[in-house]
C-alpha cells in the first residue's frame, strides 16, 4: 500500500536520475511508490528506469512521446494507486533530503484543512554541494506596498500564486483537491516552465495552502536547467498570465478572490517590481548605455507609474 506517490518526470536525465531516485529510496518511511515518466528520451534515461523497476516493486516506469513536462506529470499522475492519498511532482534532477515525506504528509495528516505543502528548498551545483542561501519568497499585500511572509506565516493565500512567487516542485499535493484541478496545464507543456505556477493557482483556488521553513527539497542548478533559459520562462509566463488574467468561473468565492488577486497584481505588485527592476538597472544604464536598454529601462519605468495610478475598475 503506497500512501504517498513520488511523481518524476524524465526528458535525458541520465545525468542526475540515479541520484533522484536513491533520495527516494532514502527516505525514512516506506509507505510510497515511485512512478517514473520517461517523455521520450533518448539518452540512457528508459535503462535507468527498467533497471530501478527490475530492483524494487514499489518503482514503476511509464513513457511516453516527448511532449513536455507538463503532460509527463498528467500521465504519472493517472497511474497512481488506489490507495495514494498524497503526490509529489520531483523533478528528476532534484532530490528530496532524508525525512522530507513523512514530515510533509504528518503535517497534512494533522491539518485536513491544507490541501497543499509547500517547503523551502536547498540549491546545489551539478556536483551536488549545496551552495548560497536563496529562497522562495511568498508575497501578498500590504498596508501599501507588498510585503514578504515571514517564516511564521504558514497560511499562503492564491494572491502570492497569482503574483507567480512562492510556486516551485516543492510541494506535496492532497489526492482529493488535485483532483479538482484540470490538471497540469497542456499549454505550458511545450516550455516546460511555469507548470508549478499554473497549478499552485488551481489548488490555491480550491482550498489552503501552508508552507514549512524547512529546507527539505534540493534544487540541482546546472547549465541545462530550464530556468537557466530566460526567453523560455519568460514565453512561459506569457501564456500563465493570459490564463489567469481572464480566468472565469460562476463561484461567485473565486470570483471574489480572483478580482482581488487581480486589482493587487496590476497596480501594486507588478508597477512596484517594474519600478524595482528599473532602479536596479540605473547603473547600468548610465555606466554602459544601449539603445536597446534604455529603452527597455524606460518603459519598466513608464509602466510602474501607469499601474500605481491606474483607475482601472475589477
Not at 532530490?95 to 505543502?117: I, K, N, T, W
Not at 540541482?220 to 536547467?225: E, N, P
Not at 509602466?303 to 482601472?312: P, W
Request: charged share 25%; proline share 4%.
Amino acid at each position: 500500500m503506497a500512501r504517498i506517490s513520488v511523481i518524476v518526470p524524465c526528458y535525458n536525465a541520465s545525468a542526475f536520475l540515479e541520484k533522484t531516485i536513491e533520495s527516494v529510496l532514502a527516505q525514512d518511511t516506506q509507505d510510497w511508490e515511485l512512478i517514473l515518466v520517461d517523455d521520450g528520451s533518448r539518452d540512457a534515461t528508459p535503462e535507468i528506469i527498467q533497471r530501478h523497476c527490475l530492483q524494487d516493486a514499489r518503482i514503476r516506469g511509464v513513457r511516453q512521446e516527448n511532449a513536455g513536462r507538463a503532460c509527463a506529470c498528467n500521465l504519472g499522475a493517472a497511474q497512481i494507486s488506489a490507495d495514494a492519498q498524497y503526490l509529489f511532482f520531483l523533478d528528476s534532477d532534484d532530490q528530496l533530503v532524508p525525512g522530507a515525506l513523512r514530515l510533509m504528509s504528518d503535517y497534512l495528516d494533522a491539518h485536513p484543512e491544507v490541501c497543499l505543502l509547500g517547503c523551502q528548498f536547498q540549491e546545489v551545483n551539478a556536483e551536488g554541494r549545496a551552495y548560497g542561501s536563496a529562497k522562495r519568497s511568498r508575497w501578498v499585500p500590504g498596508s501599501f506596498l507588498p510585503r514578504a511572509l515571514s517564516d511564521e506565516e504558514r497560511e499562503t493565500p492564491f494572491v502570492t500564486f497569482f503574483c507567480a512567487t512562492g510556486q516551485g516542485p516543492f510541494a506535496l499535493y492532497r489526492r482529493s483537491v488535485f483532483q479538482a484541478t484540470t490538471g497540469w496545464e497542456k499549454k505550458l507543456s511545450c516550455f516546460s516552465a511555469q507548470e508549478d505556477t499554473d497549478m499552485f493557482c488551481q489548488m490555491a483556488l480550491e482550498g489552503t495552502v501552508h508552507y514549512l521553513p524547512e529546507r527539505l527539497y534540493l534544487k540541482r542548478v546546472h547549465g541545462a536547467s530550464v530556468t537557466q533559459q530566460c526567453d523560455r520562462v519568460q514565453n512561459a509566463y506569457t501564456v500563465f498570465r493570459e490564463k489567469w488574467d481572464n480566468y472565469a468561473t460562476d463561484d461567485p468565492r473565486k470570483k471574489e478572490i480572483l478580482r482581488n488577486a487581480r486589482r493587487h497584481y496590476r497596480t501594486r505588485h507588478k508597477p512596484f517590481r517594474d519600478l524595482k527592476v528599473a532602479l536596479r538597472e540605473l547603473p547600468t544604464f548610465f555606466r554602459k548605455p544601449s539603445v536597446g536598454h534604455i529603452r527597455w529601462t524606460l518603459s519598466l519605468l513608464k509602466s510602474g507609474i501607469k499601474g500605481l495610478f491606474s483607475q482601472e475598475h475589477f
